[in-house]
């Protein structure tokens, strides 16, 4: 029986050693892991995997990063490891990557080592300074940390590693950027279709209406777009169409929106009457875009005057909306008159000791995506093929036919994100020591658009009493004290179901207006309007005589004066042009580019001239322009309001995947706010319930134990 045992014993081990081998070979060969964190931090997103899915030509990754290192440096170079490692299994044969050791050894490998060393320094790669913990003592140590991107002729750096935080994002943004640049018209499987409609009838009106280069025009065009077609690879197809019959023309309207010209016969310059249209349709995969090579505005006193179109700037313009139809545009425009807030830091402002309204931190965190192109009303309007239009803290009177502009562009698909204020804040002149400053309401005329899109912005700032605290100066009383005009968004407040709004959780605002939805003005068939942000319950209104010093901000006693106000709205869909039915604005004479020799014939009739509803397009308001300012987002771009500014720029232009992906970096988890019931009841839970569970289940176990010896022994005493 004994000796039995011992066999059997032996038997086991061996048996056991033997799977534990064969565990360890399938786990080489058919390696695999589960990422159970909530937001997937260790997994490759959807975004990155589409980047290095689509490469079309090798890119190579160099890392230097020196050895051994201490915690937390370690990990992360292990993070970095699997990083790359999940890249290479999703990008195969075009993606590949080498960490080249830089760390000083002894022997041989000396020499290697000082040559990669000497690589890292040719790319640009420094040694960063770490701090260590050797022999009791904090010490400074240089390491690398670093990598270069190659991709073909172009090349990006990440120059130090020091946090796992936002790698990712770093790596996926760095290879899209390469990416689009070299691979996106490569892989292109059909070509984008320009054809130019330009009738040779015009050209015999064209001396009367003050164009008389037009029949110079299809030349100067088709040399654009051959010259423009070399530089894309050869992704065009054009052709040219000269079509007079007004049925034709009508059709080409309804369809494209196309406009065209009709006019009477003219007996006296031997004009017979016709019909003619000028202008460019291009497509790509069942999108459309219209440019026109003749434009028409009406002027006081002069009429109706026509306008041709630039070869010159045409090329640009007709590039900007070939990326934009194939998916590679990185233009976003950014008005920058009326007042609006400048992406330059004002340097009068500095010198005089002034807060200068500073965005050189959105223009950096923007400008690593995107490329913004300032657009000034009062020099033009506003060109075809933006993704989207930023209109932040406009302070003067737009004219109605710059609001036409803004109204066209909506309509013709361009999104457009509206950042305001609803006050100007108007500081006391010299001499008036102690008076609070001034609160005029901004009135710039775009409201009344706005309310006819489907939204309102209330003038009056929403005062919170979750909001931000701060340390008051003990002169002061010390103590923390509620700053009731920045309200802290959190928990139900923030709408976390939009894919660009995931984990977000925890924003703050400041001097922030209330909004609501004009529910008579909008199609429930052809808008979907999403509420973003919200105050608390806790929330009322300051209106009238502003002041917003806190000592002097009291929150009201009853709760039924207190309730939740919205604060931001995206609005997506098919809108109305705020003109439908109306005539189109006149241009003011003194403006930028009208001719003086232009002229107008009775009987010429413009069909088509603007667009009376939309393509599908999206209008984002946000009362807060402060949330844009320097002071509100860090220049890393990791915070969450930085993120939720991000991610509202990347939806408005297709972006949804990067903008999750941004998202991952989030470590801002808030504990859920409960009532004292519910602290009390937990609080109970963990102090008497759960160590009773535990002696119950205790108590489980051995009787459980206690049974099983009873019956092993009733069957051996049998």
Known sequence: MGNFSIKESYFKFILYTVVIVLINIVGITLFFRADLTKDKIYSLSQASQDVVATLSEPLSVKVFFSKDLPAPHNSTERYLRDLLEEYSARGK???NYTFYNVTPEEGTLTQKADENRDMARDYGIQPVQIRIMEDDEVKLKNAYMGLVIIHGDLMEKIEAITSTSGLEYKLTTAIQKMNNKVSAVLRLDKKVNITMYLSSSLNTIA?????????????????????????????????QLDISDKEKLDALGKKYDLMALSWPAIPKKNILAGNGAAGLIIEFKGKTTTLPLITAMELPIIGTTYQMADPAALGEELNAIVEKLIGINKDIGFLSDHGTYSLMPDRMAMMQGRPGGGMQVFNKLVSSRYSIKPIALKDGPIPDGLSCLVIARPTQKFSDYELFQIDQALMKGTNIAFISDSFNEIMPKQGGMGMPPQYKPIDTGLEKLLIHYGIKIGKAYVLDKQSYKHQAPKNMGGGEQNIYFAPMLKEKTINNVPQFMDNIKGLVALQISPVELV???????????TRLLSSSDESWLTEGMINLNPMFITPPKEKKDMKSYDLAYLLEGTFTSYFKGKSIPQKESGQKDIKKEARQIEGVIAKNKFLETSKPAKLFVLPCSQMLQDNMLDPEGRSTNATFIL????????????????????TLNPIAQTTPFARNIIKMFNIIALPILVILFGLLVLIKRTSRKKKIASRFNA
Do not use: C, W
């Open 93 to 95: 044969k075009y993606f």
């Open 519 to 529: 529910q008579k003005n909008i199609d429930k068939d052809k808008i979907v309007a």
């Open 647 to 666: 991610n509202v720029i990347d939806h408005l232009n297709a972006g949804d995947k990067i903008a999750s992906l941004r998202s991952k970096q989030q």
């Open 207 to 239: 001396p009367l209406i003050g164009i008389d280069q037009l029949p110079m025009l299809g030349k100067a065009v088709t040399d654009t777009i051959e010259k423009l077609n070399k530089k894309n690879l050869g992704i065009l197809k054009f052709k």
